[in-house]
């Protein structure tokens, strides 16, 4: 068969092994990490789905090497503790018996141990060590590493490296970046010794070298250990690009695969996790230059999601190798589908944090558009029912299209019914923002799903009881969404008036001077867009803080780009009535005031369509209720509900 991404495709051998193409899982922690450490069974499967899904390699993280000086809630290896090894064990075998290499990410968050701990205030309790004695942003103070501890901490690295190959792992990699502890080693920000670990570049690298030296001794020649650094830290203080070079080069005659990210948890979440905001593969070009100067494969990382863009960073010469992590947690099988010319079927990830919020606030995953995330142990494969029956779903949004592609791999009768003209729901309205188009195209790779499914998918049809009772359906899943929150306030219906769902219809209506009324995520998102439009934007809110409906890890940087693109911000205002020259608000003392603005931008929220939900609910044996009809709330709620309802019939 002749392959659409063939370098994509191509097998690569890195030291002594063989990986069966060049799309690897890049490191991503587990959730069921036990009390002592262990992986747990829910987290042994999370892996394995990607190696199922057919990446080259799957990438373990993080195992912590020196919990006495690094007492973080991640996992250890050791052969005292009763699973440890049985654990990295069983988890290698699940990545492995699918053709993938199962990797091991070595760690020392140094200085930021307890940065994943849910509970913040145990970060306290910890012995926070690095390379130079100071004290941490949060107020933490910060040891110095004596050399006998580093010492100690270096054969710890090789010892955890050679259980992890007695286990089954095939690769190690390195953990030398995002401002963990060989980073801070690395980084003259982080690093004022005067010993032979500071100064000169020579010594600044010298930690690491005997990290790589020590993981060689236990592993031995030709088992590949990759190297993962950040090409430039990317903030003032830190190295740059060009030191990023040179760091690579004394470090390469001792690794089999360099592995090249950008920036710092620290100073740029964002930037070592690029958000919707940024061009996917930004961080790209750190390794292109990187390439240019050492003789080991490299690879890359950063927003990747789209095989063509992969394709080309590999054919280009840019990388050897392309890690995504997110981009499979929203879709597996992403690699499968390219390797068997399917890539219109891939799931595409929309960079919203869901994924990464949820670790942090709950210690569990879960992804906005794959409901199996986090939950693998239930079951991956959708299982056929034993007694196929008719099925109706009563609305074409990504609940609905997701209830209805389950339900026909189930091989029930499909059919789908949409009052308007198009599948897509509340996603059609993101196709006019540039940074949420992935939400858009979401909407038409379900609907290309559902047909391939075999959905019998009807547009312009309105459900009623009557509709309903005329199928004689045996399961009616309704996912009728919700509908815009218009107040009665007056001149909110006027002319100048665009409600934000019917932005991508009415864009021409939109004037140079815009006021976003609403300020939470739908308003805020609204006016990011028409300030990179260069249009003067005014967002007014309420309440006295800006998108409380946002993800843990999205708002801060959602944040931070209201205030990069110097949009008017009105906490505290409420809207009394809407005028030609913009809106009047009461400020919390009851003043009021004229924002001005020539458009409105109507962003107050959803409502549940329940009027339509009551009249339908009693019309078929099974009854769902899915998504926005029930609250108003995401896409992940309603693909998750709209998955569960299919297999509960």
Same mark, same amino acid.
């Given at each position: 068969?002749?392959?659409?991404?063939?370098?994509?495709?191509?097998?690569?051998? =890195?030291?002594?092994?063989?990986?069966?193409?060049?799309?690897?899982?890049?490191?991503?922690?587990?959730?069921?990490?036990?009390?002592?450490?262990?992986?747990?069974?829910?987290?042994?499967?999370?892996?394995?789905?990607?190696?199922?899904?057919?990446?080259?390699?799957?990438?373990?993280?993080?195992?912590?090497?020196?919990?006495?000086?690094?007492?973080? %809630?991640?996992?250890?290896?050791?052969?005292?503790?009763?699973?440890?090894?049985?654990?990295?064990?069983?988890?290698?075998?699940? #990545? !492995?018996?699918?053709?993938? #290499?199962?990797?091991?990410?070595?760690?020392?968050?140094?200085?930021?141990?307890?940065?994943?701990?849910?509970?913040?205030?145990?970060?306290?309790?910890?012995?926070?060590?690095?390379?130079?004695?100071?004290?941490? +942003?949060?107020?933490?103070?910060?040891?110095?590493?004596?050399?006998? *501890?580093?010492?100690?901490?270096?054969?710890?690295?090789?010892?955890?490296?050679?259980?992890?190959?007695?286990?089954?792992?095939?690769?190690?990699? =390195?953990?030398?970046?995002?401002?963990?502890?060989?980073?801070?080693?690395?980084?003259?920000?982080?690093?004022?010794?005067?010993?032979?670990?500071?100064?000169?570049?020579?010594?600044?690298? !010298?930690?690491?070298?005997?990290?790589?030296?020590?993981?060689?001794?236990?592993?031995?020649?030709?088992?590949?250990?990759?190297?993962?650094?950040?090409?430039?830290?990317?903030?003032?203080?830190?190295?740059?690009?060009?030191?990023?070079?040179?760091?690579?080069?004394?470090?390469?005659?001792? *690794?089999?695969?360099?592995?090249?990210?950008?920036? &710092?948890?620290?100073?740029?979440?964002?930037?070592?996790?690029?958000?919707?905001?940024? @061009?996917?593969?930004?961080?790209?070009?750190?390794?292109?230059?990187?390439?240019?100067?050492?003789?080991?494969?490299?690879?890359?990382?950063?927003?990747?999601?789209?095989?063509?863009?992969?394709?080309? #960073?590999?054919?280009?010469?840019?990388?050897?190798?392309?890690?995504?992590?997110?981009?499979?947690?929203?879709?597996?099988?992403?690699?499968?589908?390219?390797?068997?010319?399917?890539?219109?079927?891939?799931?595409?990830?929309?960079?919203?944090?869901?994924?990464?919020?949820?670790?942090?606030?709950?210690? &569990? !995953?879960?992804?906005?558009?794959?409901?199996?995330?986090?939950?693998?142990?239930?079951?991956?494969?959708?299982?056929?029912?034993?007694?196929?029956?008719?099925?109706?779903?009563?609305?074409?949004? @990504?609940?609905?299209?997701?209830?209805?592609?389950?339900?026909?791999? !189930?091989?029930?009768?499909?059919?789908?019914?949409?009052?308007?003209?198009?599948?897509?729901?509340?996603?059609?309205?993101?196709?006019?923002?540039?940074?949420?188009? $992935?939400?858009?195209?979401?909407?038409?790779?379900?609907?290309?799903?559902?047909?391939?499914?075999?959905?019998?998918?009807?547009?312009?049809?309105?459900?009623?009881?009557?509709?309903?009772?005329?199928?004689?359906?045996?399961?009616?899943?309704?996912?009728?969404?919700?509908?815009?929150?218009?107040? +009665?306030?007056?001149?909110?219906?006027?002319?100048?008036?665009?409600?934000?769902?019917?932005?991508?219809? $009415?864009?021409?209506?939109?004037?140079?001077?815009? =006021?976003?009324?609403?300020?939470?995520?739908?308003?805020?998102?609204?006016?990011?867009?028409?300030?990179?439009?260069?249009?003067?934007?005014?967002?007014?809110?309420?309440?006295?803080?800006?998108?409380?409906?946002?993800?843990?890890? %999205?708002?801060?940087?959602?944040?931070?780009?209201? $205030?990069?693109?110097?949009?008017?911000?009105?906490?505290?205002?409420?809207?009394?009535?809407?005028?030609?020259?913009?809106?009047?608000?009461?400020?919390?003392?009851?003043?009021?005031?004229?924002? +001005?603005?020539?458009?409105? #931008?109507?962003?107050?929220?959803?409502?549940?369509?329940?009027?339509?939900?009551?009249?339908?609910?009693?019309?078929?044996?099974?009854?769902?209720?899915?998504?926005?009809?029930?609250?108003?709330?995401?896409?992940? &709620?309603?693909?998750?509900?709209?998955? %569960?309802?299919?297999?509960?019939?």
């Amino acid at each position: 068969m002749q392959k659409k991404y063939p370098n994509l495709c191509k097998p690569i051998k =890195i030291g002594n092994v063989n990986f069966r193409n060049r799309m690897f899982s890049a490191p991503m922690g587990g959730t069921d990490i036990t009390a002592d450490c262990t992986i747990g069974r829910a987290s042994t499967a999370f892996y394995e789905l990607r190696g199922k899904g057919g990446a080259g390699a799957v990438t373990v993280s993080e195992l912590v090497v020196h919990p006495e000086t690094e007492g973080s %809630h991640m996992y250890h290896l050791d052969l005292h503790t009763v699973g440890a090894l049985s654990s990295f064990t069983y988890t290698a075998d699940a #990545i !492995r018996r699918h053709g993938a #290499i199962a990797s091991v990410e070595l760690s020392h968050s140094g200085q930021y141990a307890g940065t994943y701990l849910t509970d913040k205030d145990k970060k306290s309790g910890l012995s926070q060590w690095g390379p130079s004695a100071g004290v941490r +942003p949060d107020g933490l103070e910060v040891k110095e590493l004596t050399e006998e *501890i580093i010492a100690d901490i270096v054969a710890a690295y090789g010892k955890c490296a050679g259980l992890a190959k007695r286990a089954g792992f095939e690769m190690i990699m =390195i953990h030398c970046g995002h401002g963990w502890l060989i980073n801070q080693f690395l980084s003259p920000f982080f690093n004022s010794r005067t010993d032979k670990y500071g100064g000169s570049l020579e010594n600044r690298v !010298r930690f690491a070298q005997e990290v790589v030296d020590s993981v060689r001794k236990e592993v031995g020649p030709g088992f590949p250990i990759e190297l993962r650094m950040s090409g430039s830290e990317l903030f003032e203080g830190g190295y740059d690009l060009a030191e990023g070079v040179e760091i690579a080069k004394l470090l390469e005659s001792r *690794i089999d695969l360099l592995h090249v990210s950008a920036g &710092t948890y620290q100073k740029g979440f964002s930037v070592t996790h690029p958000s919707m905001f940024v @061009p996917h593969g930004c961080n790209v070009y750190l390794a292109a230059e990187i390439k240019k100067h050492v003789s080991v494969p490299v690879a890359t990382l950063g927003g990747l999601n789209d095989p063509a863009m992969m394709e080309e #960073i590999i054919a280009s010469g840019k990388a050897d190798v392309v890690y995504m992590a997110r981009a499979l947690l929203a879709d597996p099988e992403l690699p499968r589908k390219v390797m068997s010319n399917r890539d219109e079927d891939i799931i595409k990830c929309l960079r919203c944090f869901t994924c990464m919020a949820e670790r942090a606030v709950t210690s &569990t !995953r879960r992804c906005t558009v794959n409901p199996l995330i986090g939950r693998e142990l239930d079951g991956v494969e959708v299982v056929p029912s034993s007694r196929p029956c008719k099925v109706l779903v009563a609305g074409g949004g @990504p609940g609905g299209m997701k209830a209805a592609i389950t339900a026909a791999q !189930r091989g029930h009768k499909v059919i789908l019914c949409e009052k308007s003209d198009q599948l897509g729901g509340i996603l059609k309205s993101e196709q006019a923002l540039s940074f949420k188009y $992935e939400m858009y195209e979401l909407g038409v790779t379900l609907g290309k799903l559902a047909k391939d499914a075999g959905v019998e998918i009807r547009l312009n049809t309105t459900v009623t009881k009557e509709y309903v009772e005329k199928e004689n359906v045996d399961a009616l899943i309704i996912a009728v969404g919700s509908e815009p929150l218009v107040p +009665p306030i007056p001149g909110l219906k006027g002319e100048n008036v665009v409600v934000v769902n019917n932005y991508y219809l $009415e864009k021409d209506k939109v004037s140079n001077d815009v =006021i976003v009324f609403g300020g939470g995520l739908a308003g805020c998102e609204a006016a990011i867009h028409l300030a990179k439009e260069c249009k003067n934007v005014h967002l007014v809110e309420m309440r006295t803080e800006l998108a409380p409906d946002a993800n843990i890890r %999205h708002r801060p940087i959602l944040l931070t780009e209201i $205030e990069n693109n110097n949009i008017q911000v009105h906490t505290g205002y409420k809207g009394l009535r809407i005028t030609d020259e913009g809106i009047v608000c009461a400020d919390e003392a009851g003043k009021e005031h004229l924002v +001005p603005g020539t458009t409105v #931008i109507c962003a107050l929220g959803q409502s549940a369509r329940r009027n339509v939900v009551e009249d339908l609910v009693d019309c078929a044996p099974y009854v769902a209720q899915i998504g926005d009809c029930v609250r108003a709330s995401t896409i992940t &709620t309603a693909i998750y509900q709209g998955y %569960h309802a299919a297999l509960d019939i």
